[in-house]
Protein backbone atom coordinates (compact mmCIF):
# COMPACT_ATOMS: atom_id res chain seq x y z
CA UNK A 1 0.00 0.00 0.00
CA UNK A 2 3.24 2.54 -0.71
CA UNK A 3 1.34 4.67 -3.46
CA UNK A 4 3.80 8.05 -3.57
CA UNK A 5 7.55 7.47 -1.86
CA UNK A 6 9.01 10.54 -1.11
CA UNK A 7 13.01 10.46 0.07
CA UNK A 8 14.26 12.01 2.16
CA UNK A 9 11.63 13.63 5.02
CA UNK A 10 14.63 16.72 5.92
CA UNK A 11 17.53 17.87 4.17
CA UNK A 12 19.48 20.20 5.48
CA UNK A 13 22.00 22.03 2.75
CA UNK A 14 24.55 24.97 2.38
CA UNK A 15 24.40 26.97 -0.45
CA UNK A 16 26.13 25.68 -3.28
CA UNK A 17 25.64 21.74 -2.36
CA UNK A 18 23.47 19.38 -4.81
CA UNK A 19 21.31 16.80 -4.22
CA UNK A 20 18.63 13.96 -5.85
CA UNK A 21 15.25 14.14 -3.96
CA UNK A 22 13.88 10.81 -4.93
CA UNK A 23 10.24 9.81 -5.79
CA UNK A 24 9.18 6.65 -6.62
CA UNK A 25 5.21 5.10 -7.21
CA UNK A 26 3.56 1.77 -7.23
CA UNK A 27 0.73 2.06 -9.14
CA UNK A 28 1.64 2.16 -12.70
CA UNK A 29 0.55 5.72 -13.58
CA UNK A 30 1.96 7.51 -16.85
CA UNK A 31 2.28 10.89 -15.21
CA UNK A 32 4.20 12.17 -12.69
CA UNK A 33 5.21 15.65 -11.48
CA UNK A 34 7.53 17.54 -8.62
CA UNK A 35 5.36 20.94 -7.13
CA UNK A 36 7.16 23.02 -4.55
CA UNK A 37 4.79 24.65 -1.42
CA UNK A 38 6.02 28.03 0.53
CA UNK A 39 4.39 30.11 2.64
CA UNK A 40 1.32 31.91 0.86
CA UNK A 41 1.50 30.65 -2.35
CA UNK A 42 -0.07 27.22 -2.85
CA UNK A 43 2.13 24.66 -4.97
CA UNK A 44 3.83 25.37 -8.13
CA UNK A 45 4.48 22.79 -10.35
CA UNK A 46 7.89 22.56 -11.36
CA UNK A 47 8.51 20.05 -13.68
CA UNK A 48 6.56 17.02 -15.20
CA UNK A 49 6.89 13.81 -16.89
CA UNK A 50 4.10 11.99 -19.45
CA UNK A 51 6.07 9.09 -19.26
CA UNK A 52 9.32 7.44 -19.46
CA UNK A 53 11.46 9.37 -21.13
CA UNK A 54 9.59 12.51 -21.68
CA UNK A 55 9.95 14.90 -19.22
CA UNK A 56 8.98 19.44 -19.59
CA UNK A 57 9.07 22.30 -17.62
CA UNK A 58 6.35 23.39 -15.06
CA UNK A 59 6.08 26.75 -13.97
CA UNK A 60 9.18 27.53 -11.84
CA UNK A 61 12.21 25.45 -13.38
CA UNK A 62 14.74 27.11 -13.01
CA UNK A 63 17.91 25.51 -10.54
CA UNK A 64 16.29 22.32 -11.13
CA UNK A 65 16.44 19.02 -13.17
CA UNK A 66 14.71 15.90 -14.10
CA UNK A 67 15.24 12.78 -15.68
CA UNK A 68 12.43 9.58 -15.90
CA UNK A 69 14.29 6.33 -17.16
CA UNK A 70 11.31 4.71 -15.94
CA UNK A 71 8.09 4.15 -15.02
CA UNK A 72 8.16 3.85 -11.16
CA UNK A 73 10.59 6.75 -10.57
CA UNK A 74 10.95 10.61 -11.21
CA UNK A 75 13.91 12.10 -9.11
CA UNK A 76 14.38 15.90 -8.75
CA UNK A 77 18.14 17.36 -8.42
CA UNK A 78 18.91 20.80 -7.43
CA UNK A 79 22.05 21.38 -9.20
CA UNK A 80 23.48 24.25 -6.99
CA UNK A 81 21.59 24.79 -3.98
CA UNK A 82 20.30 28.37 -3.16
CA UNK A 83 18.59 29.68 -0.34
CA UNK A 84 15.41 30.54 -2.46
CA UNK A 85 15.37 27.11 -3.00
CA UNK A 86 14.19 26.43 0.81
CA UNK A 87 10.90 24.91 0.47
CA UNK A 88 8.43 21.60 0.72
CA UNK A 89 8.56 19.26 -2.45
CA UNK A 90 5.54 16.99 -3.39
CA UNK A 91 5.97 14.64 -5.77
CA UNK A 92 2.20 13.14 -7.44
CA UNK A 93 1.74 10.45 -9.89
CA UNK A 94 -1.37 9.92 -11.99
CA UNK A 95 -2.61 7.85 -14.69
CA UNK A 96 -2.26 9.72 -18.01
CA UNK A 97 -6.29 9.71 -18.30
CA UNK A 98 -8.59 12.51 -19.45
CA UNK A 99 -11.78 10.86 -17.94
CA UNK A 100 -11.88 9.29 -14.77
CA UNK A 101 -8.12 8.99 -13.57
CA UNK A 102 -6.69 12.10 -13.65
CA UNK A 103 -6.54 12.55 -9.89
CA UNK A 104 -3.00 13.04 -8.33
CA UNK A 105 -1.99 11.59 -5.63
CA UNK A 106 0.55 13.13 -3.22
CA UNK A 107 3.99 11.99 -1.51
CA UNK A 108 4.34 13.12 2.31
CA UNK A 109 6.59 15.57 1.10
CA UNK A 110 10.51 16.33 1.66
CA UNK A 111 11.04 19.64 3.82
CA UNK A 112 14.33 21.57 2.56
CA UNK A 113 16.75 24.07 4.11
CA UNK A 114 19.31 25.35 2.21
CA UNK A 115 21.28 27.72 4.50
CA UNK B 1 -3.91 31.31 -18.18
CA UNK B 2 -5.27 29.39 -15.25
CA UNK B 3 -5.60 30.99 -11.97
CA UNK B 4 -7.15 29.91 -8.41
CA UNK B 5 -8.40 32.26 -5.73
CA UNK B 6 -9.26 31.21 -1.85
CA UNK B 7 -9.87 34.74 -0.65
CA UNK B 8 -10.06 33.42 2.95
CA UNK B 9 -6.47 32.82 4.33
CA UNK B 10 -7.82 31.99 7.67
CA UNK B 11 -10.62 30.71 9.46
CA UNK B 12 -11.15 29.85 12.80
CA UNK B 13 -14.82 28.42 14.20
CA UNK B 14 -15.76 26.75 17.20
CA UNK B 15 -16.19 23.14 17.26
CA UNK B 16 -19.83 22.04 15.56
CA UNK B 17 -20.29 25.04 13.45
CA UNK B 18 -20.66 24.97 10.20
CA UNK B 19 -17.86 26.54 8.06
CA UNK B 20 -18.18 27.16 4.47
CA UNK B 21 -14.33 27.55 2.10
CA UNK B 22 -14.64 29.84 -0.61
CA UNK B 23 -13.31 28.91 -3.98
CA UNK B 24 -13.11 31.12 -7.56
CA UNK B 25 -11.27 30.09 -10.78
CA UNK B 26 -10.55 31.68 -14.00
CA UNK B 27 -9.88 29.35 -17.26
CA UNK B 28 -10.33 29.73 -20.86
CA UNK B 29 -10.85 25.82 -21.23
CA UNK B 30 -14.15 24.54 -21.86
CA UNK B 31 -13.03 20.75 -20.06
CA UNK B 32 -11.56 21.07 -16.53
CA UNK B 33 -11.55 19.41 -13.56
CA UNK B 34 -11.97 20.98 -10.00
CA UNK B 35 -10.15 19.41 -6.96
CA UNK B 36 -10.19 20.13 -3.03
CA UNK B 37 -7.44 18.57 -0.91
CA UNK B 38 -6.71 18.68 2.72
CA UNK B 39 -3.20 19.22 4.39
CA UNK B 40 -3.57 18.22 7.91
CA UNK B 41 -0.67 19.47 10.18
CA UNK B 42 1.30 16.62 9.65
CA UNK B 43 2.48 18.07 6.34
CA UNK B 44 0.86 15.36 3.91
CA UNK B 45 -1.87 16.37 0.99
CA UNK B 46 -4.91 14.03 1.08
CA UNK B 47 -7.48 13.73 -2.08
CA UNK B 48 -10.82 15.03 -1.36
CA UNK B 49 -13.22 15.57 -4.10
CA UNK B 50 -13.26 15.96 -8.19
CA UNK B 51 -15.51 17.39 -10.24
CA UNK B 52 -15.40 17.91 -14.14
CA UNK B 53 -16.87 20.96 -16.15
CA UNK B 54 -20.03 19.24 -17.19
CA UNK B 55 -21.23 18.06 -14.30
CA UNK B 56 -22.45 20.88 -11.86
CA UNK B 57 -24.63 18.71 -9.53
CA UNK B 58 -23.55 18.96 -6.42
CA UNK B 59 -22.27 16.64 -3.91
CA UNK B 60 -23.03 15.43 -0.23
CA UNK B 61 -20.75 12.97 1.72
CA UNK B 62 -20.24 12.73 5.21
CA UNK B 63 -20.29 16.04 6.54
CA UNK B 64 -19.13 17.33 3.59
CA UNK B 65 -20.65 19.37 1.15
CA UNK B 66 -19.46 20.75 -2.48
CA UNK B 67 -21.22 23.48 -4.55
CA UNK B 68 -20.10 23.80 -7.98
CA UNK B 69 -21.38 26.51 -9.82
CA UNK B 70 -20.06 27.53 -13.64
CA UNK B 71 -21.81 30.71 -13.70
CA UNK B 72 -19.95 32.31 -10.72
CA UNK B 73 -16.84 30.10 -11.58
CA UNK B 74 -17.02 29.17 -7.99
CA UNK B 75 -16.96 25.82 -6.46
CA UNK B 76 -16.89 26.22 -2.27
CA UNK B 77 -16.47 23.71 0.59
CA UNK B 78 -18.45 23.70 3.14
CA UNK B 79 -17.84 20.93 6.50
CA UNK B 80 -21.21 20.70 8.49
CA UNK B 81 -20.68 20.27 12.35
CA UNK B 82 -17.23 20.80 12.23
CA UNK B 83 -14.97 18.52 14.31
CA UNK B 84 -10.87 19.56 15.98
CA UNK B 85 -10.03 17.13 13.64
CA UNK B 86 -10.94 19.33 10.55
CA UNK B 87 -8.27 21.46 11.19
CA UNK B 88 -5.92 21.90 8.12
CA UNK B 89 -4.84 23.68 5.36
CA UNK B 90 -7.67 22.99 2.55
CA UNK B 91 -6.62 23.48 -1.29
CA UNK B 92 -8.94 23.78 -4.03
CA UNK B 93 -6.89 23.30 -7.68
CA UNK B 94 -7.81 23.53 -11.25
CA UNK B 95 -6.63 21.13 -14.12
CA UNK B 96 -7.51 21.30 -17.56
CA UNK B 97 -8.40 18.52 -19.55
CA UNK B 98 -5.23 15.59 -20.11
CA UNK B 99 -3.18 16.51 -23.48
CA UNK B 100 -0.65 13.98 -24.80
CA UNK B 101 2.21 16.46 -24.44
CA UNK B 102 1.43 18.65 -21.05
CA UNK B 103 -0.29 15.71 -18.74
CA UNK B 104 -2.86 17.77 -17.05
CA UNK B 105 -1.35 19.86 -14.72
CA UNK B 106 -2.73 21.49 -11.37
CA UNK B 107 -3.11 24.69 -10.64
CA UNK B 108 -3.73 25.47 -6.74
CA UNK B 109 -5.31 28.59 -4.90
CA UNK B 110 -2.90 29.66 -1.69
CA UNK B 111 -5.08 27.60 0.67
CA UNK B 112 -7.47 28.56 3.57
CA UNK B 113 -5.96 27.69 7.34
CA UNK B 114 -9.19 26.34 9.23
CA UNK B 115 -8.66 26.13 12.40
CA UNK B 116 -11.56 24.20 14.44
CA UNK B 117 -10.92 25.38 18.50
CA UNK B 118 -12.81 22.67 21.05
Known amino acids: NAGVTQTPKFQVLKTGQSMTLQCAQD?????MSWYRQDPGMGLRLIHY???????DQGEVPNGYNVSRSTTEDFPLRLLSAAPSQTSVYFC??????????????FGAGTRLSVL | AQKVTQAQTEISVVEKEDVTLDCVYE???????LFWYKQPPSGELVFLIR??????QNEISGRYSWNFQKSTSSFNFTITASQVVDSAVYFCALSEAFKETSGSRLTFGEGTQLTVNP
Open chain 2, 51 to 56: RNSFDE
Open chain 2, 27 to 33: TRDTTYY
Open chain 1, 49 to 55: SVGAGIT
Open chain 1, 27 to 31: MNHEY
Open chain 1, 92 to 105: ASSYADSLAKNIQY
